[in-house]
């Protein structure tokens, strides 16, 4: 079986980023994933761009960046007929995936109840905006609502009175993640009682759950952190900086990757403002200024190299482009090629995971996780290869 969910089957009735994500990560993972989409447009994000893409230029990129490895089926939840067909691939599948609004499901009559009825094994992942319960319960959340709601936009930018929403569309990119996750738990969980069980995760959970460091700022330490713009909360030297043709990140996390730095760049390390992190972190602005004083006499290729010489931690800022045809990042499996069924060829951007057995010690030839990726389907391409799949596991 391919990948480690290999004998999984996962119903994805979500649409837009964070439900998909998830279920496009258990596809990653080897599941068969069948998407649920209503004939007229399907998932909303299909309408999502620009870049559109196609001969009608009227394929979403964005849509190809959540949905590879799955079959569509276009089915309408309100009919009578679709209502019937999505019970019977409830009955044979392991995981549903759904991110409506609260209580959308129960009126579609759809309950957990109902669907535990049809199937007492399976595992149900609900992703809502700001949670399914509480005085907020009901809310509807999109990515920027959440990014500032729980908080993130405050951390994040040139400065606290300017908050920025983070580039990419994390809180519902983590909302998957931690949805993801939190499936595989409970299908282990599954092997010991038999049972499936309800996850939740929101966008504002999703968010507040990697508040990490920023949060214990003010839970314990009674301290609002703010935005540190490119420098880092609690460390110094530790963000980017501006050498002759443009800028470098350098992060000197212990006073031994310090010193490394201040020797490269004729600072005294030892001098009492910046012996410690403490006192580096204190007199900030002050070092950043010295450090770009000294950075201005070269180019960002002569500083790498040195500091790669030196051990220390250090990088470039790539644009989306130079990341994609960086040699490591397809060293890492990072980009992947698929056949669209329209596009022909195409490149997507890879899954994060890798899997791998130490075949010499084992004496197994292959691994037995390789999963075969397959292309963001059409709109209902596969409704009749679902359909014959579903009379075979219901004979």
Known sequence: MPGPLGDIVVLDLSRALAGPHAAQMLGDLGARVIKVE???????????????VGPDHDISTYFL????????????????????????LVRQSDVLIENFRTGVLDRLGLSVERLHELNPRLVILSITGFGHDGPEGGRPGYDQIAQGEAGLMS?????????????????????????????TGALYERERTGRGRVV????????????????????VGGQVPGANGNHHASIAPYGAFHCADGMLQIAAANDGQWKKVA??????????????????FAHRDELIADMEKALAAHDRGHWLARLGEAGVPAGAIRSIDEVYTWDQTRSQGLVIEVDHPVLGRIELPGPPLRFEDDTE???????????????????????????????????
């Open 155 to 183: 951390l994040t930018g040139p400065s606290r009175d300017e908050p920025y929403r983070v580039g990419a569309s994390i809180a519902d990119l983590l909302a998957g993640i931690h949805g993801a996750y939190g499936v």
């Open 38 to 52: 209503h004939p007229d447009g399907g998932d909303e994000s299909r309408g999502w761009g620009p870049p559109f």
């Open 200 to 219: 939740r995760t929101s966008l504002l959970a999703a968010v507040t759950g990697v508040h990490s460091y920023h949060g214990t700022a003010w839970t």
């Open 65 to 88: 960046a959540a949905n590879r490895n799955k079959q569509s089926i276009a089915i309408d939840l309100k009919s009578a007929d679709g209502k019937q067909l999505v019970e019977r």
């Open 361 to 395: 010690e084992s004496g197994h030839e292959e691994s037995g996780t390789e999963v075969t990726h397959t292309a963001p389907p059409a709109l209902g391409q596969d409704g009749d290869a679902v359909l014959s799949w579903l009379e075979e596991r219901e004979g």
């Open 263 to 280: 020797a490269l760049l004729g600072i005294d390390p030892d001098v009492a403002k910046y012996a410690t992190n403490r006192e580096r």
